[in-house]
């Protein structure tokens, strides 16, 4: 281990973003790579951790001394290169990703120390009269405890244990250690698991502890891959090593958690954006001691400081909200194998319809692949089938057609459950007026404000902003003349309340759920039968398990194939079939009707085949002969500013002064199709390479090549999955 001594230079990393870490001189006490320092920045002091030597051991200008060292566990080496490397791949400066790895500030802070143990006294103070209430508190403290458990166990009021104490006849006991609490055991008894899931289990279980290695667990909903991958995290608890599940939807995760519980007889520890500041530093601290053995979080929770990880499952693994594009634009998923190929452990993804990127990777050899064939406890997978609406539409206004009302109406008259799935929230889309055809749009993004019966007003689904409905048209001055276009979840339900007056409905939205536990509670009531028929976002597509349902109606399959980026058919595909997963996941058969207007896709007829593994080829071969990702490299480079012309120049000259490369192709500057967002215009700029070409050290010579006017961004996302 390297010190650094009194006297000696450092170099700090401060998570902000500067372009790397700055020097400092090391004050009274050593100091070793990792450890978080206050140090003085500007007027203020800020918390940074030690990165390493100084860049340039010649220079002599005078730096400032670090002021002091914090009590805590230093940054591991590993998260340290974890971090380097992210900043480096995702050309963005450190102090950026640091900041990600520093996200609770408090839980730097001392702690407050636990309260004393006490245990009784061993001789009692002489001519100390034991009470039948004292001799109560004694016979309670043969473990050491503290006061108030003391009270609490024994029965009696705090004053009688504090009273006590201070006669002598409770002794404190020393070094009151901070307790890891109930943790998860690995012996608790799980389900028996099905011959092909032992298989896997073991083929899992044997990567614990062997080093890096990537597998693909590939298995249809249902088909027990959770239960597989929890024998894993079984492996890595009994070898004492912590793990991390990553989840694409933390929000909606109670199903998975409660499972968790079942298997393991207590709760992981969460991660995840709607946690409250009391929890985030409990959780922090205690994933930083080791004591958090397992953790179930966002694709945030890569960041954390787990001192011993063994583990890394990424569940979903397609799953496009694992990207993240804005601010650090990193893809949880790719960064999760970089950790473990960083800390010599094993990464487990899993999905039932994985993403091309990640086939591509299996068939190149660099990632193993294990496959579960059926659904658990032989439940059949669902039957789909195309509505075609241009045959079948349904009446003026309505969006369920005659065989989609027909085949709702005859499950719930069979005492079923089932789902309608639109993939808009609010209302309606668009909001127009009759008389002169003006649309209300958002005056900070190019966005049509979307109506929300819920709250009575009209919203942005990019910055939030929101509008009354004015009463006469701001164009024409026709009054009461404006009309709403197109369904959202919303319309749906009122279109289903009409038709099933009989049905108890229930709208499943993320706006209408204030938080995870409104979710949890509206999948129990679900899963309890309270709920006839579930109309829904893409939030019931995510891993939830309804016995009873058994129809799944999707009203517009058509709607992520609009706009058609590189993924359209690849997110339709996996989107689809993951909501279509939700019918007949136990006894009862299930059956999914798509309504759409071009039976001919070829996503959509895959899905009625169920030909995951015939679109999968057919995509990868048209993304190989174009050079398309995974077989060839993206990068975008977003200008943005308030000022539109200025905006429009800088992307231009960034065009103009693009070294030339024969091996890269350069697209662009065009407007973003999303061209105003929170009042910022944007133009795209986008790379294509072959694999083997350095982008990123490309964009970097390139970017250095012009000095940007200080109101103007460049954002740059490699890997982009947003073209918007
Ligand atoms: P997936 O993650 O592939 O969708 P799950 O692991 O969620 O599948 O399993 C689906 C359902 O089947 C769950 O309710 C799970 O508890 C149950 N299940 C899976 N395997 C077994 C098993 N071997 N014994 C009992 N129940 C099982
Ligand atoms: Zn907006």
Redesign the pocket.
Known sequence: MINFLPGDRVAVLLPVPLPGPLDYLVGDTPLTPGDFVRVPLGKHFSTGVVWGPVADPQADFICRPVKESLPVAPLSDELRRFIDWVASYCLVPQGAVLKMAMSVPKALEPEKPPPPRLIAADPLPEGYKVTPTRARVMEAAWVPQSAADLARTAGVGAETVKAMAAAGALAEVEGGEIDAGPQPDPHHP?????PG?RAAADTLRARIGAGFAVTLLE????????????EAIAQALAAGRQSLVLLPEIALSA??LA?FE?RFGVLPTVWHSDLGDAERRRAWRAISRGHAKVVVGARSALFLPFPDLGLVVV?EEHDGSYKQDEGVCYHARDMAVVRGHLGGLPVVL?S?TPSLETAANVEAGRYGKLI?PS???G?SLPEVALVDLRRDPPPRQQWISPPLQQAVATCLEAGEQALLFLNRRGYAPLTLCRTCGFRLQCPHCTAWLVEHKAGGRLQCHHCGHYARRPEECPNCQAEESFTACGPGVERVAEEAAMLFPEARIAIMASDLLPGPKAAAELVARMARREIDLLIGTQIVAK?H?FPLLTLVGVIDADLGLAGGDLRAAERTYQLLSQVS?RAG?AEHPGRVLLQTYQTEAKVLQALAKGDAEGFARAEAEDRRAGGWPPYGRLAALIVSGADSPMVEKVAQQLARVAPRDPSIELLGPAPAPLALLRGQHRRRLLLKSPKQTNLQAYIRHWLGLLKLPYNIRVQVDIDPYSFL
């Open positions: 799980g389900p028996t698991l099905s899931q298995g249809v909903t249902g088909s027990g891959k959770t239960e597989v991958y929890f199903q998975l499972r079942k569940d899993a039932a579960l659904r658990h406890g439940a891993g398990h997963g996941r």
